[in-house]
């Protein structure tokens, strides 16, 4: 019996052996290949591409030049972090790290075509009024007419007015225009420089903060709070934000990185927005049955019970989104407090962070998801109080849990 138990144990052991072995040839080749993939993407389409775009008047922009006019004043290409999925590449010149986007591709085109077959493109005049109108309604920000011609760098050549075709798409691009527009209050990424559709901005390092179930019984969770205390304050930031708050319909760890002089940014705006805009786009009378058909992402909308369509404000906040996926995650995914380390105070705070709907005192009026100021500065003060205090080890709770 003895000996086919350890039969057994040997044969099960091997078995493991022999997955991890596959698993690590699999991550070795999924690594190869995604290099590969980026490598090929950065050196033969997207830099190859720009410079024979700038090289043919379709493309302009300072960036056109730095990279293509002094290919040598570029060096260390490589892929971008892991998360950071709106970099293409980055490069290093004179010592900054230069992170090289794509705007996204748009569907509207400012060409027509007159009576003569002949494409027409607007005066450099009325496209600078088109991008005015454009950032006023978008993202409710008057700039004046030599704001707005400094946003242009005045790049475009009239003799190729096609170009302006490529400004028009980094204007519809919210990564771009969130960085240009909110660029002195440093939440976003400083952009550098474009080149057509292209555009760099500075490079981000991202926090370390490695997400798996092991970080239940790790001992960094004073460094975690850290990070939350952090990021919390990034989060109170964006409310702040004039001429009206910035909400966040996505949020993850994985995407909030540190400068070069250690302020924290946002790498993706894409999913930002002004408190009007989406409160438009959540009540804009879009058939449905639960609250949830109006949810934009993580920004929650209203079902009205009557008429079954969404026609409410959003219902949550930044703080809110904060506390259910920055603070307490899930899955595989948890959270920067889920740890067994976590006080059971604070993970009460968490929790009705996460919904306050119950309490009439802790959230905003005409928005039962999103916490009010009153249990904003509580969690944080608590947070602060416990960052320089190990608590003890009876209190202790995962936040995590249910």
């Known amino acids: ?114 009576s003569q077959g002949i494409q027409v493109y607007p005066k450099i005049e009325n496209f600078h009024h088109i991008v005015k109108m454009h950032i006023t309604l978008t993202y409710n920000v008057t700039l004046d007419d030599n704001m707005i011609k400094a946003l242009v760098n005045q790049e475009i050549d009239k003799n190729n007015p096609h170009q302006m075709l490529n400004f028009w798409r980094l204007f519809k691009d919210n990564n771009y225009m969130m960085s240009k527009l909110y ?56 409310d702040e934000m004039k001429p009206e708050p910035l909400r966040m319909c996505k949020m993850k760890i994985s995407n909030f990185g540190v400068t070069g002089d250690k302020r924290i940014k946002y790498e993706n705006a894409e999913h930002v927005y002004v408190e009007t805009k989406i409160d438009k786009r959540l009540s804009d009378g879009s058939a449905c049955e639960d609250d949830s058909d109006c949810n934009f992402h993580y920004c929650m909308g209203k079902c009205d019970a009557k008429t079954l369509t969404c ?38 705070m968490v929790k009705n962070c996460i919904d306050p709907s119950k309490f009439s005192n802790l959230h905003v009026p005409d928005r039962p998801y999103a916490p009010n100021t009153e249990l904003a500065l509580r969690l944080y003060n608590e947070m602060k109080r416990l960052h320089k205090v190990e608590p003890p080890k009876e209190t202790m709770a995962v936040v995590g849990a249910n």
């Open 311 to 348: 026609n409410g404000l959003q219902q949550n906040n930044n703080l809110q989104i904060f506390c259910d996926k920055i603070l307490k995650g899930g899955g595989l995914f948890p959270g920067l407090l889920a740890s067994a380390k976590t006080p059971k105070n604070l993970m009460k």
């Open 183 to 238: 660029d002195e209050d440093s939440l976003f990424p400083t952009v550098l420089g474009s080149c057509g559709p292209y555009y760099a901005t500075e490079n981000l390092n991202i926090l370390k903060t490695e997400q798996s179930l092991l970080q239940y019984i790790s001992s960094d969770w004073q460094k975690r709070l850290k990070y939350a205390l952090s990021l919390m304050e990034f989060v109170f930031k964006m």
């Open 1 to 114: 019996m003895l000996n086919a138990f350890k039969r057994r144990f040997r044969t099960i052991l091997q078995r493991f052996l022999l997955l991890a072995i596959l698993g690590a040839i699999f991550m070795l080749v999924v690594s190869y290949m995604n290099l590969e993939f980026c490598y090929k993407i950065m050196s033969q389409n997207s830099l190859t591409y720009m410079c024979k775009k700038y090289k043919n008047y379709e493309y302009s922009g300072s960036l056109c030049e730095e990279l293509c006019a002094n290919e040598q004043s570029f060096k260390s290409f490589k892929c971008p972090q892991a998360d950071m999925g709106t970099i293409m590449f980055t490069a290093e010149k004179n010592g900054d790290v230069y992170a090289v986007k794509l705007a996204r591709h748009i569907k509207d085109d400012l060409s027509w075509i007159n």
